[in-house]
C-alpha cells in the first residue's frame, strides 16, 4: 500500500513538472517586420516555450504600452534612447549576464553605449541607419540629403517613416542645429520646414515603408536601413544616400521589463538570439546591421556588401538620447502639422 501511495505521489509529481513545462509562456513585444517568425518557432521547437509575440511601428507606442500594461511583457525591443528613458524610469530589470553566455559573441562596439554604459539592462539585437532610398530609374536628379528629398517638384512621391522624432531630427540636421538638445527656440526654427515637408509626404510608413518604393506609389524615401537593403537586394535600382547634413544611427536593443513574470524564459530567448546561425537567420530576412561579431562571420559576401547593411564612410551620424519631457513636445509639433496638411 505504502509503495502504491509513493507511486502515485511520483505520478503526480510528474503530471505537476510536465504541466509546469508546458505552461512555460513568453510575451514578446517587437518592432513589426524584425523578428522573424521561423526564429521564434525554432526557440519554442527547442524550449517548449510558447511564444506570444506582438508587434509596434514605434518607441513611443511601446513605452506606452509598456507603462500601461504592468507586467504583461517579458521582453521589449526599444531603441536604444527609448532603453534610456525606460532605465531612468526604473521600468526594466537589470539582466543576469550569467544566463547570457553567448552575450560574448557582440562586437564590442555596439555594447556598453551611452544608453546602458555598464551593459546591465540591454543586449544590442540588430543597428542602423535612417536614410533615402531613389527610385534612379524614375529620379534623375541627384538626390545627397533632405532638402533635395524635400522639392516642391517630388510633391506625391515620397515615403518617410511615421516617426516623428525622426522627422524631426531630419529639420533640425538641415538647419544644423542638434538633435539631442531640444529647446523651444529651436523647434520653432524647425516647424515651417516640417510644415512643408510633410505637405509634400504621399505616404507615411514605418512598418513597411519599402511597399510604396516597390509597388511604384513612391519614388523616394526616407526609410529604416534594413528596409532600403531589402530594396537594394530587389533591383539596384533603389540606391541608399546617407543624408549630407546628418543622419541617425540607432541600436536596436532586447531587454526585460522590471515587471515581467518570465524573467527565466526571458534571458534564454536573448540568449538564443545571441548565437550565430539564429543571428543570420534574422539578418537573412532582415538585413540591418548585425551586432553580432561571429553571425558576421557567416554572412555571404553579398550581405556584407550591401550599401543599407553595412555603409561605408558617410558624413555625421549621431546616434538619439533621451530628451525628457521635450518628445511630448516633438510629438505634439509633427501630429499637429500633419493633420493641418
Ligand atoms: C523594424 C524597424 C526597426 C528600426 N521594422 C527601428 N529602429
Known sequence: MK????????????????????????????????????????????????????????????????????????????????????????????????????????????????????????????????????????VKTPIKGYRDVFDPKFKGRIVVLNDNREIVSWALDTLNLPVNTITAANLAKARPLVADWVKLVKVFDSDSPKTALLNGDCDLGIVWSGEAAILWNQSKKFQYVIPAEGAHRFIDVLAIPAEAKNKDAAHKFIDYILRPEVSVLISDAFPYTNPNAEARKHLSAEALANPASYPKGGGKIETFRDIGKAAADIDRLVTDLKSAR
Not at 48 to 76: P, Q, R, W
Open 3 to 138: 509503495s502504491y501511495l509513493r507511486l502515485l505521489a511520483a505520478l503526480a509529481a510528474l503530471a505537476f513538472a510536465v504541466s509546469a513545462r508546458a505552461a512555460e509562456e513568453l510575451n514578446l513585444f517587437g518592432w513589426s517586420e524584425y523578428i522573424p517568425q521561423p526564429v521564434i518557432d525554432g526557440f519554442t521547437k527547442e524550449t517548449g516555450i510558447k511564444v506570444n509575440f506582438e508587434t509596434y511601428s514605434s518607441n513611443e507606442e511601446l513605452l506606452s504600452k509598456l507603462v500601461a500594461g504592468g507586467g504583461s511583457y517579458d521582453i521589449v525591443q526599444p531603441s536604444d534612447y527609448t532603453a534610456e528613458v525606460m532605465i531612468r524610469q526604473k521600468l526594466l530589470a537589470p539582466l543576469d549576464l550569467s544566463k547570457l553566455p553567448h552575450l560574448k559573441n557582440l562586437d564590442p562596439e555596439f555594447t556598453h553605449c551611452g544608453h546602458d554604459p555598464e551593459g546591465k539592462y540591454t543586449v544590442p539585437y540588430m543597428s542602423g541607419t535612417v536614410g533615402i532610398v531613389v527610385n534612379t530609374e524614375r
